[in-house]
């Protein structure tokens, strides 16, 4: 399965970047996971070119250096691709992206209530600092 690459992706510190995601973990995702997991896959292009917050130092082994972007699209492809629906209220998606620009995990995750309500639940425990917008 071939990877993609794109090169205006919104950079954590100003301007745009590369990131990718390599044939190898679509494959991974195509025979491991759920189908909609693999479609979903064509909302990361948005989420990394329009954010509504990017963090960066994860609070996870192996992904301290990581940035998370999250996004919140109105909608998403249905599982047969065919048609898109609402995207799921309640819920953002977010797409982790490695400091040298591999794309390695993307899902919707349930939003945080009240006034940090476009941010994933639990943000302020899970991510080391916001660092777009600029504060």
């Not at 759920?34 to 917050?53: E, G, I």
């Not at 192996?62 to 609402?86: I, M, Q």
Request: proline share 8%; with cysteine; net charge neutral.
């Amino acid at each position: 399965m071939v990877g993609f690459e794109m090169d205006d992706a919104i950079c954590p510190f100003g301007g745009t970047w590369a990131v990718r995601i390599s044939g190898t973990r679509i494959e991974r995702a195509h025979s491991h996971m759920p189908k909609q997991v693999l479609v979903d896959l064509f909302l990361v292009p948005d989420v990394l070119r329009s954010p509504v917050a990017i963090f960066q130092n994860l609070m996870r082994r192996d992904h301290g250096d990581d940035f998370c972007y999250v996004g919140a699209p109105e909608e998403r492809y249905s599982g047969d691709v065919t048609k898109k629906v609402p995207f799921p209220p309640g819920y953002v998606f977010v797409v982790m992206v490695s400091r040298c620009g591999e794309i390695r995990k993307w899902r919707l995750e349930p939003k945080e209530v009240g006034e940090h309500g476009s941010l994933p639940e639990g943000f302020s425990e899970r991510f080391g600092r916001r660092i777009w917008p600029a504060s």
